[in-house]
């Protein structure tokens, strides 16, 4: 059983970064892939990024944002930059087996935490 919580969402003006925290607790962190998921009122809950053995990312955010781990910490973070109000959304962060696109795949999920980017 891993249970995640999300952090370092907030209000930030287009351009500017944020960073989130994922806290994973239980055991076997390092043997998870991770995540990063976001959903905005009325759509469907998108990939953002994940990381196994590499990083992958949606188009969308490629070449601002960063995924990464810390598995000492049990932590993994989402380094936003750039950022535009398309990218307003509850962000999830999710544990897997692997690091795939596919929300159905990720077995645990956190809350969530609300980034809004204003114009």
């Known amino acids: 059983q891993v249970q995640l919580v999300e952090s370092g969402g907030g209000l930030v003006q287009a351009g500017g970064s944020l960073r989130l925290s994922c806290a994973a607790s239980g055991r076997a962190f390092s043997s998870y892939a991770m995540g990063w998921f976001r959903q905005a009122p009325g759509t469907e809950r998108e990939f953002v990024a994940a990381i196994g053995g590499s990083t992958s990312y949606a188009d969308s955010v490629k070449g601002r944002f960063t995924i990464s781990r810390d598995n000492a910490l049990k932590t993994v973070y989402l380094q936003m930059n750039s950022l535009k109000p398309e990218d307003t959304a509850v962000y999830y962060c999710?544990?897997?087996?692997?690091?795939?696109?596919?929300?159905?795949?990720?077995?645990?999920w956190g809350q969530g935490t609300q980034v809004t980017v204003s114009s």
């Open positions: 999710a544990a897997g087996r692997i690091p795939t696109p596919r929300a159905h795949e990720y077995i645990y």
